[in-house]
């Protein structure tokens, strides 16, 4: 989980031009250790990447925000929260989308997220919740939904109510009348 903004040296987010492996614009402001931040499309990018350690920009493509989802690849997308997801964003009119990746998942409608942002700061975390389902962006926004990340696998769902409990322990448990 990424809660500090990467460091230099970091390829993820560095232009391809100066030794890294992104092919994204420029940061604005540009930061000195990070040259595609302070930028959403240069930070999901590199940090998609980065979370399946490929040594390369090999998933989606850095295209303005709101064109993520054209640009997926073999990514399968859905609007279910999933760690290492890109969450999409349109933006309205002239408006730029924006886009984030998901760190933590708290329940169906919470995440932590890492992002960026052109214009504003290189990192930052920030929790955010589906509401009526733009997942804390304005009005001006339209939530398109997520892009799955190939690297982070689906963690099984534990059924048994009772993990690591025997049946014969169950079992003797039921008859000593312990459940009920």
């Known amino acids: 989980m990424r809660t500090s903004k990467p460091g230099a040296g970091n390829k993820y987010y560095i232009r391809k031009a100066q030794g890294g492996y992104s092919n994204a614009i420029y940061g604005s402001p540009t930061d000195n250790e990070c040259n595609v931040l302070a930028n959403c499309v240069g930070y999901a990018y590199g940090r998609f990447n980065e979370i399946g350690g490929y040594g390369y920009c090999k998933y989606l493509a850095p295209?303005?925000?709101?064109?993520?989802?054209d640009y997926k690849g073999s990514c399968q997308t859905g609007m279910t929260p999933k760690v290492g997801a890109v969450m999409v964003w349109e933006g309205k009119?002239?408006?730029?989308?924006?886009?984030?990746?998901?760190?933590r998942v708290d329940s169906a409608t919470q995440v932590?997220?890492?992002?960026?942002?052109?214009?504003?700061?290189?990192?930052?975390?920030?929790?955010?919740?589906?509401?009526?389902g733009n997942w804390g962006c304005g009005s001006n926004y339209?939530?398109?939904?997520?892009?799955?990340?190939?690297a982070v696998k689906d963690e099984p769902v534990n059924t048994d109510p009772f993990p690591g409990v025997s049946d014969e322990e169950l079992a003797r448990r039921v008859w000593n009348g312990e459940f009920g």
């Open 142 to 150: 339209v939530f398109k939904g997520f892009i799955y990340n190939p």
């Open 112 to 132: 932590l997220t890492s992002e960026s942002g052109y214009g504003s700061s290189a990192f930052w975390n920030q929790t955010r919740k589906k509401g009526s």
């Open 63 to 69: 295209v303005n925000a709101e064109n993520f989802m």
């Open 93 to 103: 009119g002239s408006l730029a989308g924006h886009v984030a990746i998901v760190e």
